[in-house]
């Protein structure tokens, strides 16, 4: 099957090795100007070339016009909670009151207030639910999601969580999904972080890895929830089994999860708002990538992490949605003007933060490059509903995009 996009505008295509770092002056390197048009067969780019000439070569295949419209790459969204159920609306007057996360979650509120209804619904209702957030994720751009457990906070539930992002990877014209394990977000109700840590390393690990249903391990590594060491404990034990290492860290102080991240050498270290800049060099030199999640300081009503820090040292840095009961958001465009408009970073920089860099740490189920444009990489891209790239993050609250390209299929907005 082959489909030919003809008439591009500009084409932010991003491509390269590994992550893009320091500040991103050079243009013309991630550009290329309008006119140009891609060949796209079976799910994959096969050629780029200018338009006119590939459409008098592939005559008799599906041709678009994009009339000049702009294209940047399909979004990655590197860190979400996808599935849960029930609604902590409520909580925004404890916030506006003064209570802290911490407080709230001691108040009733908070990650187990979203354990309950997730533990009470069916898989049928948690199908549906993630199907809508995937649905939403792709109006707004986003053609691959990390994806984590978390609400379940016992064996059973955990397993029924990740089962269901399983059955929701690979549904054609919705994002693709990497699963994560995040057993370690909380203590369960019925219990309490040490014995909860036990319960994890003798029984829900195990039992995640013997049914194989996770790429990854993720622990919240936060002062009153899992500290360092319990920390390292769950990550060792789950590199051990075979996964591959997340970890949120400094979420709302500098708790020693960064050195954490650096000696574990982990993927990706999440949040990372506090973290003190010797440990982000240490993260740096360890190969870390800095996870931003710039919507939780946005719904807590907090200043935003030093994203021009990065830039300024070369440190590798992502951004995503860390879609959950208290940051609803699955729009990673609407973050990207939060980037922009409210943090002064260029639209280059933020947009590689979200393709390029988020798909380093979070590798497409295919096998194939993505987070950019080139020949040999999945064909997932946007179409944007302006002649000007920029545009991708200059429409908040609005999808900036016409269309998307989904392993080469069509998904118009
Ligand atoms: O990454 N902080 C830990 N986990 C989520 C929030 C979970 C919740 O409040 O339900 C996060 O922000
Ligand atoms: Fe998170």
Same mark, same amino acid.
């Given at each position: 099957?082959?489909? &030919?996009?003809?008439?591009?505008?500009?084409?932010?295509?991003?491509?390269?090795?590994?992550?893009? !770092?320091?500040?991103?002056?050079?243009?013309?390197?991630?550009?290329?100007?309008?006119?140009?048009?891609?060949?796209?067969? /079976?799910?994959?780019?096969?050629?780029?070339? =200018?338009?006119?000439?590939?459409?008098?070569?592939?005559?008799?295949?599906? %041709?678009?016009?994009?009339?000049?419209?702009? %294209?940047?790459?399909?979004?990655?969204?590197?860190?979400? @909670?996808?599935?849960?159920?029930?609604?902590?609306?409520?909580?925004?007057?404890?916030?506006?009151?003064?209570?802290?996360?911490?407080?709230?979650?001691?108040?009733?509120?908070? *990650? /187990?207030?979203?354990?309950?209804? !997730?533990?009470?619904?069916?898989?049928?209702?948690?199908?549906? %639910?993630?199907?809508?957030?995937?649905?939403?994720?792709?109006?707004?751009?986003?053609?691959?999601?990390?994806?984590?457990?978390?609400?379940?906070?016992?064996?059973?539930?955990?397993?029924?969580? &990740?089962?269901?992002?399983?059955?929701?990877?690979?549904?054609?014209?919705?994002?693709?999904?990497?699963?994560?394990?995040?057993?370690? @977000?909380?203590?369960?109700?019925?219990?309490?972080?040490?014995?909860?840590?036990?319960? *994890?390393?003798?029984?829900?690990? =195990?039992?995640?890895?013997?049914?194989?249903?996770?790429?990854?391990?993720?622990?919240?590594?936060?002062?009153?929830?899992?500290?360092?060491?319990?920390?390292?404990?769950?990550?060792?034990?789950?590199?051990?089994?075979?996964?591959?290492?997340?970890?949120?860290?400094?979420?709302?102080?500098?708790?020693?999860?960064?050195?954490?991240?650096?000696?574990?050498?982990?993927? !990706?270290?999440?949040?990372?708002? +506090?973290?003190?800049?010797n440990s982000r060099d240490s993260m740096s030199k360890a190969g870390v990538n800095t996870g931003f999640l710039p919507g939780t300081p946005y719904a807590m009503g907090d200043d935003y992490p030093p994203f021009q820090d990065c830039l300024d040292n070369n440190w590798a840095w992502s951004f995503a949605s860390d879609f959950n009961p208290n940051c609803r958001t699955l729009s990673l465009p609407f973050l990207g003007s939060v980037l922009v408009q409210r943090n002064d970073i260029s639209p280059i920089a933020s947009l590689a933060a979200c393709s390029r860099n988020s798909a380093?740490?979070?590798?497409?189920?295919?096998?194939?490059?993505?987070?950019?444009?080139?020949?040999?990489?999945? $064909?997932? &891209?946007? *179409?944007?509903?302006?002649?000007?790239?920029?545009?991708?993050?200059?429409?908040?609250?609005?999808?900036?995009?016409?269309?998307?390209?989904? $392993?080469?299929?069509? %998904? +118009?907005?």
């Open positions: 099957m082959q489909r &030919l996009l003809t008439n591009s505008g500009p084409i932010a295509h991003l491509s390269g090795v590994g992550p893009l !770092t320091g500040e991103i002056e050079d243009l013309d390197k991630h550009i290329w100007s309008a006119g140009l048009g891609i060949l796209v067969e /079976n799910g994959v780019i096969k050629r780029i070339a =200018p338009s006119n000439e590939l459409s008098s070569e592939y005559t008799g295949v599906e %041709i678009i016009d994009l009339g000049g419209k702009a %294209i940047v790459p399909g979004l990655v969204d590197s860190h979400t @909670h996808l599935l849960w159920a029930g609604d902590r609306s409520r909580e925004v007057s404890w916030k506006q009151q003064g209570f802290s996360y911490r407080e709230i979650a001691l108040k009733g509120g908070g *990650i /187990n207030a979203t354990v309950k209804p !997730t533990r009470d619904s069916t898989d049928e209702d948690l199908r549906l %639910i993630g199907i809508d957030r995937m649905q939403e994720a792709l109006r707004n751009g986003t053609t691959h999601m990390e994806a984590k457990s978390g609400y379940g906070l016992d064996t059973k539930t955990e397993l029924r969580l &990740l089962s269901i992002g399983n059955q929701l990877n690979g549904i054609r014209k919705l994002p693709t999904l990497d699963l994560t394990w995040l057993g370690a @977000h909380s203590a369960p109700p019925s219990s309490n972080i040490p014995d909860y840590c036990e319960e *994890i390393l003798s029984d829900q690990l =195990p039992a995640v890895l013997d049914q194989g249903i996770a790429r990854s391990a993720d622990v919240f590594c936060e002062p009153g929830w899992f500290n360092v060491e319990q920390s390292e404990d769950i990550l060792k034990a789950s590199r051990s089994g075979g996964l591959d290492l997340r970890i949120h860290i400094d979420e709302f102080v500098d708790g020693g999860g960064g050195d954490l991240a650096a000696e574990l050498s982990v993927t !990706t270290a999440d949040h990372a708002h +506090y973290t003190n800049p380093e740490t979070t590798p497409h189920p295919s096998g194939l490059k993505h987070g950019m444009i080139c020949e040999g990489a999945i $064909a997932n &891209l946007n *179409i944007v509903n302006s002649p000007w790239w920029e545009a991708w993050c200059l429409q908040p609250g609005h999808s900036p995009f016409y269309a998307t390209m989904l $392993a080469g299929d069509m %998904i +118009y907005h």
